[in-house]
């Protein structure tokens, strides 16, 4: 995840939106993330802006892959 104007967070979730972790939180303007587990499982990446009052832009991607 990468922030511009606000503070945010990233969290995984599973194929029911349950979350496995806690948010990891991060300043404006600065980078975050979370690796999942290597078990085969079906994860999503997401975002979360870590203000109530205002707006903010956020960007995120996945880092792929694993060896076994």
């Given amino acids: 995840m990468e ?3 606000r503070a945010g967070c990233v969290n995984y979730e599973g194929w ?3 979350l496995y ?3 990891v ?3 404006k303007q600065s980078t975050g993330g979370v690796s ?3 078990d085969g499982g079906s994860y999503d990446g997401i975002i979360r802006n870590n203000n109530l009052s205002y ?3 956020f960007r995120g991607g996945y880092l792929c892959c694993w060896t076994y």
């Fill in 3 to 5: 922030t511009s104007d």
């Fill in 16 to 18: 029911y939106g349950e």
């Fill in 21 to 23: 972790r806690s948010w």
């Fill in 25 to 27: 939180c991060v300043p």
């Fill in 36 to 38: 999942v587990p290597k």
């Fill in 55 to 57: 707006g903010g832009s």
